[in-house]
């Protein structure tokens, strides 16, 4: 099953590692400080160009990829576990 993150953009939810809210994770220096370097190092796409308020950190074809999506993470929560009921049946 895919997880819709935004716009076109769908990815594999077996491929998700995380899903977090922006607004959370920026009181942390230190993940603001990892989002900082991933996104000089190319590990960073944005969906748009909304501001965004969630950050889905997943391993794509074996390679790290973080996606800030305008969708909250409660939402994207919700529909990996609406496709996990769907994939059970």
């Known amino acids: 099953m895919f997880l819709h993150l935004g716009e076109n953009l769908v990815v594999p939810v077996k491929d998700i590692i995380g899903i ?3 607004e959370t994770a920026s009181y942390s220096s230190d993940t603001t ?4 370097m991933a996104e000089e190092d190319g590990f960073v796409e944005r ?3 909304e501001p965004p308020k969630s950050c889905i950190v997943a391993e794509v074809n074996k390679k790290s990829k973080i996606y800030l999506s305008p969708i909250s993470s409660s939402t994207l929560s919700k529909r990996t576990e609406i496709t996990s009921n769907y994939s059970q049946r």
Request: proline share 0%; aromatic share 20%.
């Open 20 to 22: 977090f809210d922006i």
């Open 33 to 36: 400080q990892f989002l900082r």
């Open 47 to 49: 969906v748009n160009n």
